[in-house]
């Protein structure tokens, strides 16, 4: 059972151990590496047989947080000490503090949506984006150029919204948490970071940062701080049943062939801290 912890916690230990299990995996030449969940992320992040699975769905929640099971699993296959840590980023807001210290994620990319310059992840000899949207085979940021991170007050807002999600089912859902947690309707606080990272972030590739699995991390926190407060029970995800095209609480999230009921309580896998 994994723990996981805010980037601002680490020990320098804890932070150097994630960094090599992440170049491990993406080192290794098959099977699920890093650039599988690129890969796997660009291909979902659209409709897939007419299902938005990861996106502009209910299933934006479950489908993530599968998919950083996965992450987190294939992670500690390479290292069992591993877990995923999260960027709360209502509490950590510099572009220079954590995650983004040049031990850890490294800094902002140059001039505005430029190479990243400094830490692990700087240049394509120490990262190399291989599947990509672009062209850039470096790792690009553009911090703070659109929007601002989501306040704390933000989070407050969409943790108080009792409905999980409501028809119609996607980014035009007027009411429910979801759409807000996920940036179609105000605060919108997921879609915010990425665009206020910017570079890859801002892409269809954008797990290709690994801030990614960090700030999905966060999200996936906030959902479970919700069903803390509002339940873990199957009835506390919306649809229930009898939507087409739509993930309904016992359908199954592809292409990881689990149901979206079996991800809500993550409890025997893994809790934060
Ligand atoms: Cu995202």
């Given at each position: 059972m994994g723990t996981r912890k805010s980037v601002a916690v680490l020990t320098a230990t804890e932070?150097?151990?994630?960094?090599?299990?992440?170049?491990?995996?993406?080192?290794?030449?098959?099977?699920?590496?890093?650039?599988?969940?690129?890969?796997?992320?660009?291909?979902?992040?659209?409709?897939?047989?007419?299902?938005?699975?990861?996106?502009?769905?209910?299933?934006?929640?479950?489908?993530?947080?599968?998919?950083?099971?996965?992450?987190?699993?294939?992670?500690?296959?390479?290292?069992?000490?591993?877990?995923?840590?999260?960027?709360?980023?209502?509490?950590?807001?510099?572009?220079?503090?954590?995650?983004?210290t040049s031990d850890f994620m490294g800094g902002n990319g140059a001039d505005g949506n430029g190479p990243v310059l400094s830490g692990p992840f700087a240049g394509s000899t120490r990262w190399r984006i291989n599947v990509s949207a672009t062209s850039s085979t470096s790792l690009r940021r553009?911090?703070?150029?659109?929007?601002?991170?989501?306040?704390?007050?933000?989070?407050?807002?969409?943790?108080?919204?009792?409905?999980?999600?409501?028809?119609?089912w996607g980014s035009s859902s007027g009411s429910g948490m979801r759409n807000r947690m996920e940036g179609g309707l105000s605060p919108g606080l997921h879609g915010r970071v990425h665009n206020w990272i910017g570079g890859h972030m801002a892409q269809v590739d954008s797990p290709n940062d690994p801030v990614f699995f960090l700030h999905h991390c966060n999200i996936d926190r906030l959902?479970?701080?919700?069903?803390?407060?509002?339940?873990?029970?199957?009835?506390?995800?919306?649809?229930?049943?009898?939507?087409?095209?739509?993930?309904?609480?016992?359908?199954?999230?592809?292409?990881?062939?689990?149901?979206?009921?079996?991800t809500l309580d993550h409890r025997g896998s893994y809790t934060y801290a």
């Open positions: 932070k150097s151990n994630f960094v090599a299990a992440v170049k491990a995996l993406k080192a290794q030449s098959s099977g699920r590496n890093y650039d599988w969940f690129v890969r796997t992320h660009m291909t979902y992040f659209n409709a897939v047989n007419g299902h938005n699975y990861a996106h502009m769905s209910p299933s934006f929640l479950p489908w993530h947080r599968q998919y950083l099971l996965l992450l987190e699993n294939a992670l500690k296959a390479i290292n069992p000490a591993v877990d995923l840590p999260y960027w709360n980023w209502t509490a950590n807001r510099s572009t220079t503090g954590a995650p983004f553009a911090m703070t150029l659109r929007g601002s991170l989501p306040t704390g007050s933000d989070v407050d807002t969409v943790l108080g919204v009792s409905t999980y999600d409501v028809s119609p959902w479970s701080a919700w069903q803390n407060r509002w339940g873990y029970g199957a009835d506390r995800y919306l649809p229930g049943g009898g939507v087409a095209n739509v993930v309904d609480v016992d359908e199954v999230l592809e292409p990881f062939g689990v149901t979206a009921s079996s």
